[in-house]
């Protein structure tokens, strides 16, 4: 699952290409740029999921959030870590027949902080790192 420079390049174009053109798309609002998320892909650009954070309360959603979904039926589930000390924050679809979204995982958070949210598939136990992102609280 390792790809070439070239190719690793090539896939962290894309997806930041999808990524901004997601955050065009949804609109200048102040609680639209506060949140996030997108496709989750492995090494041989295999789409596993999606996830989404929210900074801020919004249309009945918890703020200071993020949840998973995995939409492939291949016996993997898809997780989330946000990394908080002293316990990180889990969201995860595993145990869970797909398509299955997790539930939010959540709790307030100090305004205006970076954390990183981690991403990875997961099946009996193997765990298989995807990406990590930079959200803001």
Same mark, same amino acid.
């Given at each position: 699952?390792?790809?070439?420079?070239?190719?690793? +390049? &090539? %896939?962290?174009?894309?997806?930041?290409?999808? !990524?901004?053109?997601?955050? =065009?798309?949804?609109?200048? #609002? +102040? &609680? %639209?740029?506060?949140?996030?998320?997108?496709? !989750?892909?492995?090494?041989? =650009?295999?789409?596993?999921? #999606?996830?989404?954070?929210?900074?801020?309360?919004?249309?009945?959603?918890?703020?200071?959030?993020?949840?998973?979904?995995? #939409?492939?039926?291949?016996?993997?589930?898809?997780?989330?870590?946000?990394?908080?000390?002293?316990?990180?924050?889990?969201?995860?679809?595993?145990?869970?027949?797909?398509?299955?979204?997790?539930?939010?995982?959540?709790?307030?958070?100090?305004?205006?902080?970076?954390?990183?949210?981690?991403?990875?598939?997961?099946?009996?136990?193997?765990?298989?790192?995807?990406?990590?992102?930079?959200?803001?609280?």
């Amino acid at each position: 699952m390792k790809l070439g420079i070239l190719n690793r +390049s &090539a %896939a962290l174009i894309a997806s930041a290409a999808l !990524l901004a053109g997601g955050t =065009l798309i949804a609109g200048a #609002s +102040s &609680a %639209a740029a506060a949140n996030m998320g997108g496709a !989750l892909y492995d090494d041989d =650009l295999v789409y596993r999921g #999606s996830w989404e954070w929210n900074q801020d309360p919004h249309d009945g959603e918890p703020g200071d959030a993020f949840r998973v979904t995995d #939409s492939v039926a291949d016996g993997w589930g898809v997780e989330a870590v946000l990394e908080i000390s002293p316990t990180p924050r889990v969201a995860t679809t595993q145990g869970h027949s797909s398509p299955y979204t997790s539930p939010w995982a959540t709790g307030d958070l100090p305004e205006g902080t970076d954390y990183t949210l981690s991403f990875y598939i997961v099946k009996n136990g193997t765990y298989e790192f995807l990406k990590s992102v930079t959200v803001t609280s």
